[in-house]
């Protein structure tokens, strides 16, 4: 009983240190609410497939000067042969 009551004395001891050395107080990631002013990227969607994907990652397609962006080159592809047939 008494080692364990040693450790963890110990445990909290080396704890306390560790805190107390380190300037951030503990190694742990720590996630700043502070606003940083700037957006990096938007999620738009896929007009074909419908799925969301980041707006610098897509493929652009620009149709009667209205912008599209697609997920795939495939997708695109899909969207143009349904569109010059009539069917979107």
Known sequence: M???IIL???YFAYRA??????PGGSSKNKVSREPTGEIDDVMVKDPYCE????????VHLNINGKDLYFCS?????KFIAGHSKGDV
């Open 8 to 10: 963890a004395l110990i």
């Open 73 to 77: 080159t495939e997708c695109r592809d």
């Open 51 to 58: 799925v969301y994907f980041p707006k610098r990652n897509g």
């Open 2 to 4: 008494r080692f364990l």
């Open 17 to 22: 240190l560790k805190s107390w050395m380190l």
